[in-house]
């Protein structure tokens, strides 16, 4: 089978009473799993519900295997939609559920709870079977969820937030299982829905990124950390730094902290790097720095401390090393292979979002 | 909405409008020959003459002053019935819970006839005091029910904290429960006027056709013949329920209910 | 739920609670319990004459009978196609706000209006017998079908469908705002036809909740006297139409007779009211 699994072209939503995303494009290949990430209300859900068929598309069309799905309604797409909070039929037991699927479409009860258990063992809920579902843990819910979804052979697997409602600590648990369990099935697409950076970067191939507007950058987990397409991207992304600077078009990035070597035309550009780009240490006698730079305080985290130091009127955030008090003089070290440039906000809004995704 | 739905909605509208127009329509006039489809005649003459208009008014002020007096009554019954159960053990509730709902699936005609004996006894029967009496019953029941659901979902956090301030227990309900409670209970008396306004079986067996409401003209009206004025008794009687229920579903609807 | 709550120190505030119920409930039962006695001849209008057993004796008689069951058939049937109706409005235009309205309009209406609109709409001079003739299809009042008045029942069972089903469509309306469709989506994702969907999903859980509203409104109508008594027939009698005829007898006798009818009827009703309770507790559990 060539050609993408699913494909979206100039889709507009409905987000409540207004448009939402519009002249949206995307695609997904054959067993490729995509992450939509972006903040809460930016319409994602109303894109995976588009798809899903549980939502009208005011405008373009969504394919599916090279088939034309837009008017189809949702039980016609072979595509499956996993809720937030999993949807589990209350009336039925665990084995009930995940055979639904398959006695809905014509299977002999007997033959249906037979796969069932099957999918059930691969899930490893095999020995709850018989009980209702009502008892489940989140995590359990979550399994048998998953595979009703499995049971029903779907071309295209949609989740929709799929690890906020877990605790904390089983997301890791849950999510590598799923993802297992996702390789090793049949599914030519799944597109994952997201607000969480980690995660998205976690399960997916690909990470388009859904701001205000449209898709903002479409790219691999690596590269879209090092290299977010926009300033908006990077934000969200939760990227620290964003310094302002003037690049000369001779190779040449001029900025409060130094000069750092930059091809490309010249131009107003942003620099943005993380935290950990940034090296912080104690100013000594022979350090000689464009600006005079102090700490202005220091945060303790699980991954390391990082501190924030105010420098030319701007605030960046690196990680210390040795002793940096707040209030003290320090030096500043960036390590410019993981600068990355983007254009200031002003350009960027008014045209098209930089970075149209590959289709 | 898809075209199935489209229909489904305008079968409905017919459904729900064709009776209120059959009255409408009979109303209009008091002569109605077949086959014609508006009736005839000078109605408003009807309403002025003595006998047929100056009933309707008296009936329905009848009706007005009876339900007026079961729906504060019966309000106050239930309220501190409701109030005290609120908090009860659950084994309580739903036996209280059963307790009101006797009179209100207890068939009219059957708690008419035992408490038309009980009228009897006390010299009450064939008056406005007994036939309120009786209507007390079933609306002290549907009221008891509906506040009952309004304290389950009561703040009763806020009377704690009134208690704690120093509020003494009239004080509280002066000035905590009462006004928190205001539109309820007004909800709540409404509920219970609806109840009188509507009977019938009831007026009936206790009322010994002495006391006429609206619905009790309605029927005598209709077995003597005359269409007209029960249809003009008719829509009279459904006005007030009409507004009645559209409060009431605005109340529930500020409280996330259903319309 | 804490028992005692704010009543900490206060004596009265165990008793005031069956004080209430008392106040509430008492009426009802002091008015079964005259009829009770009234049946066996201890009080009431028959007291001085009548033997206790003769009143007990209609429960014998086949026009008792055939009223009864009379009643419980046309009873049953309107609930059922209340029910029906509600469902599929319910499901229909449950994301209409108009339709809710419309669906919960005839609440509005008296039953005795709504009876007599009947008559006007549905007799044989009524409105819509007045359109036949307009467009041609009868030419007398007579040539439209009797559907008042007679044992068939179809304008009774018509009116009571009518009154009930706003009360079930919000019952309805309740019990599938609160779930959402949530559920209804994943089966459909899951390749559940709209069918396939309401029969199996839909449906086994709105009954769960609609249940002891569908009971209610059986035992309402079971008892009520205004739509039978403008719409019903003379044979056999409705139930509460005879329990009413019986009471107002000027024969002594009748009258005890109409306290054993409203004792049964209420028997009839209890009986539903405990079902309808167990039917509210199963469902209390469980999602």
Same mark, same amino acid.
């Given at each position: 089978?060539?050609?993408?699994?699913?494909?979206?072209?100039?889709?507009?939503?409905?987000?409540?009473?207004?448009?939402?995303?519009?002249?949206?494009?995307?695609?997904?290949?054959?067993?490729?799993?995509?992450?939509?990430?972006?903040?809460?209300?930016?319409?994602?859900?109303?894109?995976?519900?588009?798809?899903?068929?549980?939502?009208?598309?005011?405008?373009?069309?969504?394919?599916?295997?090279?088939?034309?799905?837009?008017?189809?309604?949702?039980?016609?797409?072979?595509?499956?939609?996993?809720?937030?909070?999993?949807?589990?039929?209350?009336?039925?037991?665990?084995?009930?559920?995940?055979?639904?699927?398959?006695?809905?479409?014509?299977?002999?009860?007997?033959?249906?709870?037979?796969?069932?258990?099957?999918?059930?063992?691969?899930?490893?809920?095999?020995?709850?079977?018989?009980?209702?579902?009502?008892?489940?843990?989140?995590?359990?819910?979550?399994?048998?969820?998953?595979?009703?979804?499995?049971?029903?052979?779907?071309?295209?697997?949609?989740?929709?937030?799929?690890?906020?409602?877990?605790?904390?600590?089983?997301?890791?648990?849950?999510?590598?299982?799923?993802?297992?369990?996702?390789?090793?099935?049949? &599914?030519?697409?799944?597109?994952?829905?997201?607000?969480?950076?980690?995660?998205?970067?976690?399960?997916?191939?690909?990470?388009?990124?859904?701001?205000?507007?449209? &898709?903002?950058?479409?790219?691999?987990?690596?590269?879209?950390?090092?290299?977010?397409?926009?300033?908006?991207?990077?934000?969200?992304?939760?990227?620290?730094?964003?310094?302002?600077?003037?690049?000369?078009?001779?190779?040449?990035?001029?900025?409060?902290?130094?000069?750092?070597?930059?091809?490309?035309?010249?131009?107003?550009?942003?620099?943005?790097?993380?935290?950990?780009?940034?090296?912080?240490?104690?100013?000594?006698?022979?350090?000689?720095?464009?600006?005079?730079?102090?700490?202005?305080?220091?945060?303790?985290? &699980?991954?390391?401390?990082?501190?924030?130091?105010?420098?030319?009127?701007?605030?960046?955030?690196? &990680?210390?090393?040795?002793?940096?008090?707040?209030?003290?003089?320090?030096?500043?070290?960036?390590?410019?292979?993981?600068?990355?440039?983007?254009?200031?906000?002003?350009?960027?809004?008014?045209?098209?979002?930089?970075?149209?995704?590959?289709? | 909405?898809?075209? *199935?739905?489209?229909?489904?909605?305008?079968?409905?509208?017919?459904?729900?409008?064709?009776?209120?127009?059959?009255?409408?329509?009979?109303?209009?006039?008091?002569?109605?020959?077949?086959?014609?489809?508006?009736?005839?005649?000078?109605?408003?003459?009807?309403?002025?003459?003595?006998?047929?208009?100056?009933?309707?008014?008296?009936?329905?002020?009848?009706?007005?002053?009876?339900?007026?007096?079961?729906?504060?009554?019966?309000?106050?019954?239930?309220?501190?019935?409701?109030?005290?159960?609120?908090?009860?053990?659950?084994?309580?509730?739903?036996?209280?819970?059963?307790?009101?709902?006797?009179?209100?699936?207890?068939?009219?005609?059957?708690?008419?006839?035992?408490?038309?004996?009980?009228?009897?006894?006390?010299?009450?029967?064939?008056?406005?005091?007994?036939?309120?009496?009786?209507?007390?019953?079933?609306?002290?029941?549907?009221?008891?029910?509906?506040?009952?659901?309004?304290?389950?979902?009561?703040?009763?956090?806020?009377?704690?904290?009134?208690? *704690?301030?120093?509020?003494?227990?009239?004080?509280?309900?002066?000035?905590?429960?009462?006004?928190?409670?205001?539109?309820?209970?007004?909800?709540?008396?409404?509920?219970?006027?609806?109840?009188?306004?509507?009977?019938?079986?009831?007026?009936?067996?206790?009322?010994?056709?002495?006391?006429?409401?609206?619905?009790?003209?309605?029927?005598?009206?209709?077995?003597?013949?005359?269409?007209?004025?029960?249809?003009?008794?008719?829509?009279?009687?459904?006005?007030?329920?009409?507004?009645?229920?559209?409060?009431?579903?605005?109340?529930?609807?500020? *409280?996330?209910?259903?319309? | 739920?804490?028992?005692?709550?704010?009543?900490?120190?206060?004596?009265?505030?165990?008793?005031?609670?069956?004080?209430?119920?008392?106040?509430?409930?008492?009426?009802?039962?002091?008015?079964?319990?005259?009829?009770?006695? /009234? #049946?066996?001849?201890?009080?009431?209008?028959?007291?001085?004459? $009548?033997?206790?057993?003769?009143?007990?004796?209609?429960?014998?008689?086949?026009?008792?009978?055939?009223?009864? $069951?009379?009643?419980?058939?046309? #009873?049953?049937?309107?609930?059922?196609?209340?029910?029906?109706? /509600?469902?599929?409005?319910?499901?229909?235009?449950? +994301?209409?706000?108009?339709?809710?309205?419309?669906?919960?309009?005839?609440?509005?209406?008296?039953?005795?209006?709504?009876?007599?609109?009947?008559?006007?709409?549905?007799?044989? +001079?009524?409105?819509?017998?007045?359109?036949?003739?307009?467009?041609?299809? !009868?030419?007398?009042? /007579?040539?439209?079908?009797?559907?008042?008045?007679?044992?068939?029942?179809?304008?009774?069972?018509?009116?009571?469908?009518?009154?009930?089903?706003?009360?079930? $469509?919000?019952?309805?309306?309740?019990?599938?705002?609160?779930?959402?469709?949530?559920?209804?989506? #994943?089966?459909?994702?899951?390749?559940?036809?709209?069918?396939?969907?309401?029969?199996?999903?839909?449906?086994?859980?709105?009954?769960?909740?609609?249940?002891?509203?569908?009971?209610?409104?059986? /035992?309402?109508?079971?008892?009520?006297?205004?739509?039978?008594?403008?719409?019903?027939?003379?044979?056999?009698?409705?139930?509460?139409?005879?329990?009413?005829?019986? #009471? !107002?007898?000027?024969?002594?006798?009748?009258?005890?007779?109409?306290?054993?009818?409203?004792?049964?009827?209420?028997?009839?009703?209890?009986?539903?009211?405990?079902?309808?309770?167990?039917?509210?507790?199963? +469902?209390?559990?469980?999602?």
């Amino acid at each position: 089978m060539t050609g993408p699994a699913l494909e979206l072209r100039d889709a507009t939503v409905r987000f409540g009473s207004r448009d939402g995303l519009r002249d949206l494009s995307l695609a997904v290949d054959q067993e490729e799993r995509i992450a939509l990430l972006g903040p809460s209300g930016v319409g994602k859900t109303s894109v995976l519900r588009a798809i899903a068929g549980l939502e009208v598309l005011t405008a373009g069309t969504v394919r599916i295997q090279g088939r034309d799905v837009t008017g189809l309604p949702a039980e016609q797409r072979g595509v499956v939609y996993l809720h937030q909070v999993p949807s589990l039929f209350p009336h039925l037991s665990v084995v009930e559920n995940v055979a639904f699927p398959l006695e809905i479409r014509g299977t002999a009860r007997t033959s249906a709870r037979r796969q069932a258990l099957a999918m059930l063992e691969r899930v490893r809920m095999a020995e709850l079977a018989t009980r209702r579902v009502t008892s489940l843990s989140g995590g359990q819910r979550h399994r048998v969820a998953l595979a009703r979804a499995l049971a029903a052979d779907p071309a295209v697997l949609l989740l929709d937030e799929p690890f906020a409602a877990l605790d904390p600590e089983l997301r890791a648990d849950v999510r590598e299982s799923t993802l297992g369990l996702l390789s090793s099935s049949r &599914i030519a697409a799944t597109v994952v829905v997201t607000h969480d950076v980690d995660e998205a970067t976690a399960v997916a191939d690909r990470v388009l990124v859904l701001l205000a507007g449209g &898709i903002a950058q479409s790219a691999g987990p690596r590269e879209l950390l090092a290299r977010p397409a926009t300033l908006a991207v990077a934000q969200f992304l939760g990227i620290p730094n964003a310094l302002p600077g003037q690049r000369d078009g001779r190779g040449r990035f001029a900025s409060p902290l130094g000069t750092i070597p930059a091809a490309g035309p010249a131009g107003q550009m942003v620099a943005v790097f993380r935290s950990d780009a940034l090296r912080i240490r104690p100013a000594t006698a022979s350090d000689q720095q464009t600006a005079d730079a102090r700490v202005i305080g220091v945060r303790h985290r &699980i991954s390391g401390t990082v501190a924030r130091v105010s420098v030319a009127g701007l605030t960046v955030e690196g &990680i210390p090393d040795g002793a940096c008090p707040v209030g003290g003089s320090v030096a500043l070290e960036l390590r410019v292979a993981d600068v990355h440039l983007v254009e200031p906000p002003q350009r960027a809004e008014s045209g098209p979002p930089v970075g149209r995704p590959r289709v | 909405m898809d075209r *199935t739905s489209r229909v489904v909605f305008a079968v409905l509208l017919i459904v729900v409008a064709a009776p209120a127009l059959a009255l409408v329509i009979r109303a209009l006039g008091p002569v109605w020959f077949f086959p014609n489809i508006v009736p005839s005649g000078n109605a408003v003459q009807r309403f002025t003459e003595d006998f047929g208009g100056g009933r309707l008014w008296r009936a329905a002020g009848t009706s007005v002053a009876l339900a007026t007096l079961t729906g504060a009554g019966g309000t106050v019954l239930a309220l501190i019935a409701a109030r005290s159960l609120a908090r009860a053990r659950r084994g309580l509730r739903h036996v209280a819970e059963a307790g009101a709902l006797l009179p209100v699936v207890m068939p009219p005609i059957a708690l008419g006839v035992g408490v038309h004996v009980l009228a009897l006894q006390l010299h009450v029967s064939g008056s406005l005091v007994g036939v309120l009496g009786a209507h007390l019953i079933p609306a002290a029941g549907y009221v008891t029910l509906y506040l009952l659901g309004v304290f389950s979902a009561y703040e009763w956090a806020l009377e704690d904290e009134a208690r *704690t301030l120093g509020a003494g227990r009239v004080q509280v309900w002066t000035r905590v429960t009462l006004p928190l409670l205001r539109a309820r209970l007004a909800e709540a008396v409404l509920l219970g006027a609806l109840v009188s306004w509507g009977q019938l079986a009831l007026t009936l067996v206790v009322g010994g056709g002495a006391v006429r409401t609206l619905p009790v003209e309605l029927l005598a009206f209709l077995r003597s013949g005359d269409d007209h004025l029960a249809a003009v008794a008719a829509l009279l009687l459904s006005i007030p329920p009409a507004a009645g229920v559209a409060v009431l579903a605005r109340g529930m609807r500020s *409280t996330g209910g259903v319309v | 739920m804490n028992a005692r709550g704010g009543t900490a120190g206060w004596p009265l505030a165990r008793v005031l609670p069956l004080v209430s119920v008392a106040l509430v409930a008492a009426p009802a039962l002091v008015g079964g319990a005259y009829s009770l006695a /009234a #049946s066996v001849g201890v009080v009431g209008a028959g007291a001085a004459d $009548a033997a206790w057993s003769d009143g007990w004796r209609v429960l014998l008689t086949p026009e008792t009978w055939r009223s009864l $069951a009379w009643t419980a058939i046309t #009873s049953a049937i309107a609930t059922l196609i209340a029910l029906a109706t /509600a469902v599929f409005i319910g499901v229909r235009l449950r +994301s209409s706000p108009m339709g809710r309205w419309l669906a919960v309009a005839p609440i509005a209406v008296p039953h005795v209006a709504a009876a007599l609109a009947a008559i006007l709409l549905l007799g044989q +001079s009524g409105l819509v017998s007045r359109l036949a003739v307009g467009v041609g299809l !009868t030419s007398v009042p /007579a040539d439209f079908p009797a559907l008042a008045y007679n044992a068939s029942a179809v304008a009774l069972i018509a009116t009571m469908a009518w009154k009930e089903f706003p009360f079930l $469509a919000l019952t309805v309306l309740a019990v599938l705002d609160t779930r959402g469709s949530a559920l209804e989506e #994943s089966a459909q994702t899951l390749g559940a036809t709209r069918i396939q969907a309401f029969r199996r999903i839909t449906w086994p859980l709105l009954w769960r909740g609609v249940a002891p509203a569908v009971i209610a409104v059986y /035992a309402f109508l079971l008892g009520t006297y205004e739509m039978p008594a403008l719409l019903g027939p003379s044979d056999p009698v409705p139930f509460p139409v005879l329990t009413l005829e019986r #009471s !107002t007898d000027p024969d002594l006798q009748r009258r005890g007779e109409a306290h054993v009818l409203a004792l049964t009827a209420l028997a009839a009703t209890l009986a539903l009211v405990a079902v309808h309770q167990r039917l509210r507790a199963a +469902s209390g559990d469980g999602d």
